[in-house]
Antibody, heavy 121, light 111 residues
Framework: EVQLVESGGGLVQPGGSLTLSCAAS????????MTWVRQAPGKGLEWVAN????????YYVDSMKGRFTISRDNAKNSLYLQMTRLRAEDTALYYC??????????????WGQGTLVTVSS | QSALTQPASVSGSPGQSITISCTGT?????????VSWYQQHPGKAPKLMIY???NRPSGVPDRFSASKSGNTASLTISGLQAEDEADYYC???????????FGGGTKLTVL
């Protein structure tokens, strides 16, 4: 059974940093692109970043470039999102998601339960 | 402002059909056959309902269908059921300012 379990969320002050983790199981993690998607409270979905199966390519939404870093450890079947210089508008539920066909075309067939990041003083 | 435009809400009675539109540009919806649709119930993670414009993953009822014309994609739900009441999001692959863009979401109410 495919499982994605996020962790690492919490309350952080504006300007602070946080690293999210996503533990994957039940599939060949090293064969899939992986993606982070976030959802602000009461708002819609927002694609955040993705990373190629071998970590050689990474893409970010413009507003997060330079502040967020996506990475992965295929030996540990884990995905990460390092977030720095956090702003109030980064408050959201952060989901780890697996693309359906292996490459990220926006078609995510498995999602974690999400980890909540709250940026507030 | 979301990159893809969806109506904020739609409604229909049980047994009826509804259609949700998703309008983008030639840089996303119109440029690639990688439009997906998601269903999200309150407090739950999104569920993939459609991928590659019109394909249903295993387990998704055939009451859900989708298509694309130009820069607009559409999701149609026929034979509405109470459990279809949820938020629906479209997404599209793009290589413009980001990699994937989502619509703002549409709240479906089953009357």
């Amino acid at each position: 059974e495919v499982q994605l379990v996020e962790s690492g969320g919490g309350l952080v002050q504006p300007g602070g940093s946080l690293t999210l983790s996503c533990a994957a199981s039940g599939f060949s993690f090293s064969s899939f692109w992986m993606t982070w998607v976030r959802q602000a409270p009461g708002k819609g979905l927002e694609w955040v970043a993705n990373i190629k199966h071998d970590g050689s390519e990474k893409y970010y939404v413009d507003s997060m470039k330079g502040r967020f870093t996506i990475s992965r450890d295929n030996a540990k079947n884990s995905l990460y999102l390092q977030m720095t210089r956090l702003r109030a508008e980064d408050t959201a539920l952060y989901y780890c998601a697996r693309p359906f066909g292996g490459h990220d075309y926006g078609d995510f067939d498995y999602w974690g339960q999400g980890t909540l990041v709250t940026v507030s003083s | 402002q979301s990159a893809l435009t969806q109506p904020a809400s739609v409604s229909g009675s049980p047994g009826q059909s509804i259609t949700i539109s998703c309008t983008g540009t030639s840089s996303d919806v119109g440029g690639y056959n990688y439009v997906s649709w998601y269903q999200q119930h309150p407090g739950k993670a999104p569920k993939l309902m459609i991928y590659e414009v019109s394909n249903r993953p295993s387990g998704v009822p055939d009451r859900f269908s989708a298509s694309k014309s130009g820069n607009t994609a559409s999701l149609t739900i026929s034979g509405l059921q109470a459990e279809d009441e949820a938020d629906y999001y479209c997404s599209s692959y793009t290589r413009a300012t980001t990699y994937v863009v989502f619509g703002g979401g549409t709240k479906l109410t089953v009357l």
